[in-house]
């Protein structure tokens, strides 16, 4: 039950725009992440798809280049309240990098330079639902945000969009990862408001 | 930690600087936390118009009470509120206090290393009070880049730290405009590195402020030889 605070009006920035509950419009791009930005070469960078039972998949800078690339435009919210509208980015759709994967496992593990990891439903990775970015705004992407490639989930709190991805586990059974065992809800629907535990 | 919304009650503010204040939040019951946590605040207009934010909490007033201090950004929708309107008495509502990353207790007792830029060192003077009131021997430096005088938080009781406390050593570096006799300018890297414990102190480091600030200290320590692993990072507004 919410109760008046006595004297708050608000801006009503958001009047107009379809957020999910307890966000509100940023037009900057917050940075966010639990330790320094790793640094990593191009010439080093691999990706890898690793399905259990020795089956893995990997990929290199130019073959992911090589891969038939995509334009997303969508809106991302952050467990921190802000939410940002029309974001625009290029990448490599997950049911691609897919298309050869054998599992039957449900869940996945994304993992990236410098340690990060989160946990992702299969589910929520296929059907056009998430992608490997490489662009923002028609531009590499910075470091800061996650460049050279982060995984993007848009339908889900973007500390599920893990920076500097270089792989996904897939697993039988759902674990937690970095910020799920600091605190953080284990699938993280923004519309349901799934911020904490 | 609490799930759901409490109502809680103003019971004090205080100025910290021109632009930022102390206010000091009353629950129904008890509440615990650590340092470094920060809650969600959610305020709610006569209309049902509602806005949330997160801030860190400052201090923990066990049993019933903690602070927050807010500075006031240009265009922020919530801040000026919190600094210039809200009163002693009013209710609001809070959830948390939450976050279990960027967090210190007094049990850690090796090398802690804080660095704040501007607003960042409310979290970590979170963690400076707890090491005092516990007796940490845990030795401790703050390095604390801030624009001029005059947006120093919590300057009285930083000094006061310093002296009674003998395990803490704090730094503040002034970018704009310093008291006579200091060096001003930019925080450099030499001056981080000789303000910080070396790597070979393997100090637990929590580095909180702008990205920019963020990004440049935590990339200077890491050139520096310390463990990308052992620093925390927190980073305010963008």
Same mark, same amino acid.
């Given at each position: 039950m919410a109760i008046p605070t006595s004297g708050f009006t608000g %801006? %009503?920035?958001? %009047?107009d725009a379809d957020l999910p509950p307890g966000q509100y419009l940023t037009d900057s791009f917050p940075v966010l992440s639990a330790g320094p930005t790793p640094h990593v070469l191009l010439a080093d960078w691999t990706f890898r798809i690793d399905a259990g039972a020795g089956e893995a998949h990997q990929w290199t800078w130019d073959q992911l280049q090589a891969l038939p690339q995509e334009d997303i435009t969508t809106d991302i919210h952050c467990v921190t309240h802000w939410s940002k509208l029309g974001t625009r980015w290029r990448g490599v759709s997950l049911d691609t990098l897919f298309e050869d994967v054998e599992s039957d496992a449900e869940y996945t593990m994304v993992h990236s330079y410098g340690g990060y990891t989160t946990n992702v439903p299969l589910d929520d990775l296929l059907d056009g639902k998430a992608w490997i970015v490489h662009e923002f705004d028609g531009e590499p992407l910075a470091p800061a945000h996650g460049g050279p490639a982060r995984l993007l989930?848009?339908?889900?709190?973007?500390?599920?969009?893990?920076?500097?991805v270089n792989g996904i586990r897939l697993m039988e059974q759902d674990l937690p990862g970095f910020w799920e065992t600091n605190g953080y809800n284990m699938y993280g629907d923004p519309w349901r408001e799934e911020r904490y535990w | 930690m609490k799930r759901t919304w409490q109502v809680v009650e103003v019971s004090a503010v205080r100025p910290e600087t021109a632009r930022a204040r102390t206010v000091r939040l009353r629950f129904p019951d008890a509440v615990v936390g650590v340092p470094g946590q920060h809650v969600d605040l959610r305020l709610t207009a006569e209309d049902g118009y509602q806005a949330v934010r997160s801030y860190s909490v400052a201090a923990w007033v066990p049993p019933r009470e903690l602070e927050l201090t807010v500075e006031e950004l240009d265009d922020g929708e919530v801040s000026p509120f919190l600094v210039g309107v809200l009163s002693v008495g009013d209710q609001l509502e809070v959830r948390g $206090? =939450? +976050? +279990?990353?960027f967090t210190w207790t007094p049990d850690l007792a090796g090398p802690l290393q804080l660095i704040a830029g501007g607003s960042g060192v409310v979290p970590l003077m979170a963690m400076l009070r707890s090491h005092s009131e516990a007796r940490s021997a845990a030795p401790t430096r703050l390095l604390y880049s801030v624009r001029? $005088?005059?947006? =120093?938080?919590y300057r009285g009781e930083l000094a006061v730290i310093e002296q009674e406390d003998t395990q803490v050593m704090i730094d503040i570096a002034y970018s704009r405009e310093a008291p006579d006799g200091q060096r001003v300018g930019r925080l450099t890297h030499e001056a981080v590195t000789a303000s910080c414990f070396p790597p070979a102190d393997a100090p637990a480091i929590y580095i909180c402020g702008s990205t920019g600030f963020v990004e440049a200290v935590a990339a200077w320590l890491v050139e520096d +030889?310390?463990?990308? +692993?052992r620093i925390r990072t927190e980073r305010y507004g963008g």
């Open positions: %801006r %009503r920035q958001n %009047r989930v848009p339908h889900l709190y973007f500390w599920k969009s893990a920076k500097w | $206090p =939450v +976050g +279990g990353w001029s $005088p005059e947006h =120093v938080f +030889g310390h463990d990308a +692993g």
